[in-house]
């Protein structure tokens, strides 16, 4: 299950990517836009800057902007940011690897091996899936519905 940080996160970089490019975007208006609140999204939109992805510039003309293009900001960069491993079981980890107490030989384990195969086929979308490829379906999806409506 993705964190409210990761989704925080995801949400603020849509509304980043939506914005023209450069353009910058005040904290406040995309915490009111997005439905995030002010002080959680300063420490979302901080871990971003430190891991360059967004870019910001203080004072009365400052706020925020992607650092990189929507389409170079894949899903599996900003979870295991926010939220860390992508496997769902420890031992089953690439890159927070540590063995399960519990385990007498892991070389057996059906456990370890199922979720090695579910890590990697998330592993395998998250990665081909961009913040680009998010506003592209969001902008599908309310196409979709105006369509309905009418």
Known sequence: MLSKKTKYAIKALIHLGKAAENQLMHITDIAERENIPVKYLSAILGELRN???VHSKKGVAGGY???KKPEDIPLVQILRLTDGPIAMVSCASLNYYH????CLDESTCGI???FIIIRDACLNIL??????DLIEKEKELS?????ELS
Do not use: R, V
């Open 51 to 53: 891991a360059g992805l």
């Open 99 to 102: 063995k399960c107490e519990e």
């Open 112 to 114: 370890k091996n199922t």
């Open 127 to 132: 990665s081909q899936k961009s913040i680009a």
């Open 143 to 147: 196409e979709l519905k105006l369509l």
């Open 65 to 67: 902007s992607l650092n």
